[in-house]
């Protein structure tokens, strides 16, 4: 009697077709862009207590580069990016979180709105231009330096407009560094330290670090 042979069954993750990825925001994507934004404006808003004595004392060693600090407020719109990874995802981050931080009463009032619409616009771009596919660490470091230079240009424009050339320069030049490193390269981080948890798991940040984690490598 001839035996019956069966095919068989793929085992591995490579046999699992990935989801189809889509541009167009959904219910779960508002309520964790949303979730997230809230509480970075919670974060920008205590942030305002050890800026003041930070900026201070940076003032007094070379004025502008209190601006090295600014990257805090910045975080939302390449960590919100980051996790949902939508047209105007680091728009939304920074504006809910600049509305929060307004909410909660600050010094700068509902300027804040303006500085939430213009940093978030600034890291957006970047990520346009990437038509909203890549999430690397240059890329999302390039898009906190571009959150940064809104920033940098926008507070020398509204907040220190009779301020010498120098000074303005140094405060860009800082900012954009500031952006970089704690908006662009700090989000980058922190969203990896969040995939671990498996908050994640439902977007393609939670899926990557899944991956590195059974790669290899990883193992080795």
Not at 60 to 80: D, I, K, M
Not at 166 to 180: D, L, T
Request: with cysteine; hydrophobic share 55%; charged share 15%.
């Amino acid at each position: 009697m001839p035996s019956r042979i069966q095919s068989p069954v793929p085992t591995t993750d490579a046999a699992v077709p990935a989801p189809k990825r889509s541009l167009r925001w959904g219910v779960v994507d508002i309520v964790v862009a949303s979730v997230l934004a809230v509480a970075l404006g919670v974060v920008f808003k205590v942030w305002e207590f050890p800026y003041e004595p930070l900026s201070a004392a940076m003032t007094l060693v070379l004025p502008g580069t209190q601006a090295l600090f600014g990257g805090v407020w910045l975080l939302a719109g390449p960590l919100v990016a980051i996790v949902v990874r939508k047209p105007g995802a680091a728009l939304y981050g920074e504006v809910v979180a600049a509305s929060v931080e307004a909410l909660l009463g600050t010094q700068w009032g509902w300027g804040t709105l303006e500085a939430g619409l213009v940093q978030g616009l600034g890291a957006e771009i970047v990520l346009a231009l990437f038509l909203y596919r890549a999430y690397r660490l240059p890329v999302v470091a390039l898009a906190g330096a571009a959150a940064g230079l809104a920033l940098g240009i926008n507070d020398s424009i509204l907040w220190y407009p009779g301020y010498a050339v120098a000074f303005k320069v140094v405060y860009v030049i800082c900012a954009v560094v500031s952006g970089a490193l704690i908006a662009g390269v700090g989000s980058w981080f922190l969203v990896r330290a969040l995939a671990r948890t498996g908050v994640l798991s439902s977007f393609a940040a939670g899926r990557e670090h899944s991956r590195r984690g059974r790669s290899p490598r990883s193992r080795a």
